[in-house]
């Protein structure tokens, strides 16, 4: 009888992406076969020798193509997750990191404060740093109206280039169980500790209705690909769901790194 340990699950949405990354690879195929035909009729009493002169830019393509990120890394990273918007207030690190790393959390979600707490600060020490790894933080409010109060607010410090710092604020309050409460007045005081520069602004933004929108919209999102609880976290076609151990995640980002060609 074998002894060998039993397959990990994998969770619908990293079936989706691995899908998704494979159907990459065979339109990127397709297209560069396509992009050598139309060469080769274009130019006329072309030879062979052209013909094989278009083939390494039509293999250039698929790759870009097959990482859907437009910096041809080759990371395998699905357009439909990672954005790599220069102008994204909830992102962290260079856009152009080899290796995206997004997450979902609800800002009342204890999980979601283990993992800032206590794993975060070594990913972005061991990774977002060295520009190897880019974080992208998707708010969902999957605990009431006063998640949605909560990301409003990150979302309106974001604004003022301090989503990072109301980030670990909000997360270094939170109680070791249980969702707190986050009151309009806890809000402004954790936006003060954030050193968000004008706050009469922020107290204003509090009350925008676009920003609700947004994170609506990114709840949504989030439950139409799969995300059905908190912390929850995807690298290019691997998904990690929960307050996992650092090694966990080094490895998830090591073989990214590795796909990426790091």
């Known amino acids: 009888m074998s002894n060998s340990p039993a397959p990990k699950p994998v969770h619908p949405l990293a079936r989706k992406l691995r899908l998704a990354r494979i159907l990459n690879v065979v339109l990127g195929a397709v297209t560069a076969f396509l992009l ?10 072309a030879g062979q020798a052209a013909t094989d002169s278009t083939q390494p830019t039509a293999t250039d393509e698929a790759g870009t193509a097959e990482s859907g990120t437009g910096s041809g890394t080759g990371s395998g990273t699905g357009a439909e997750i990672a954005t790599r918007d220069p102008n994204d207030p909830l992102a962290i690190g260079d856009v152009d990191a080899p290796v995206v790393l997004v997450e979902w959390a609800d800002f009342r979600c204890p999980f979601c404060a283990v993992v800032t707490n206590q794993t975060l600060p070594t990913i972005f020490d061991e990774y977002v740093d060295a520009g190897l790894v880019r974080y992208e933080f998707r708010d969902v409010a999957f605990f009431g109206e006063e998640s949605i109060d909560a990301a409003v607010a990150a979302r309106a410090a974001g604004e003022q280039g301090r989503f990072p710092e109301y980030l670990e604020a909000v997360f ?15 809000l402004i005081g954790f936006a003060t500790e954030a050193g968000v520069p004008d706050l009469a602004k922020f107290e204003q933004d509090l009350d925008r209705a676009d920003l609700r929108d947004a994170v609506l919209a990114s709840t949504a999102e989030a439950q139409k690909l799969g995300v059905t609880s908190v912390p929850f976290f995807v690298a290019g076609d691997q998904a990690i769901a929960g307050a996992q151990p650092i090694d966990n995640f080094r490895a998830l980002l090591d073989e990214q790194l590795a796909t990426a060609g790091e």
């Open 36 to 45: 050598v035909v139309v060469i080769a009729q274009s130019v006329p009493n």
């Open 172 to 186: 270094a309050a939170a109680p070791e169980k249980g969702h707190p409460d986050m009151p309009r007045e806890k």
